[in-house]
């Protein structure tokens, strides 16, 4: 099978689940369109003052961050492959009267739609598992940035992401197999009750898979870290230990759930 063909199927998967998620008190809409900042501390504080930057935001979903970073003062620009949630988006943009931008796309054909160049490459929580290339992904990222940009990436630990997390057990693979998985997926993180569904197709990519490539696109690695938490309750089986720390399970040692990275273009 053809990836665009898997590409395809994730697509309308999120078409999907852009109506839903709208209706979710995890994407709160009703707080957002009173102010509230959908950003977590993790990436914020990572990140510093925005203000007058240029921002690229990679597979924004329907731009609440991005809007978030328009906000803090960001000359932002949201990309994703959902029409979607570009439509969504974009109607956001005009309510709230910000100036970001917005382009449907495929990350892989970008370059086709967006010129330019920016400050910050920023991406986030959930982006990795639906790009089987990574080297591809790491050039366009380097495309991006201006000399002396920053990219910075939070993203769900690989290996979190081997544990089925219904019954504990590990489930899924660390390494990329150059394959994707196929799953019939129902329902969404932020609603697993929603009446929605089809194929999915995930790649899963270890954490060298992940830094390797943007090593050898050019970037400097400036700070890496680990957390033993997420900020969403988006997995099954998880609990509040504090507030805004989600953790899975009930095990007695604690598990990485999260990596950043923090790298500049040389």
Known sequence: MHRDTYFAANQALWDQNTAVHLETPMYDMAGFLEGRCSLMDIERQ??????????????????QDTLSWARLGAKATGVDFSPEAIKVARALNDELKLDATFVQSNIYALPE????????VFTSYGVLSWLPDLEAWASLIRRYLKPGGTFYIVEFHPSLLTIEFDDGSIAYPYFNTGYPLEEDVTGSYADRDADIGGKAYFWFHALHEILGPLLRAGLVLEDFQEFDYSPYNCFPNMHERAPGEYVYGNYNVSLPHLFSLKMTAS
Do not use: M, N, P, T
């Open 46 to 63: 990572a990140l510093g003052d925005i203000h007058g930057k240029s921002l690229l935001h990679l597979q924004c979903h329907f731009g």
């Open 113 to 120: 739609k967006l010129e330019g160049s920016y400050d910050v």
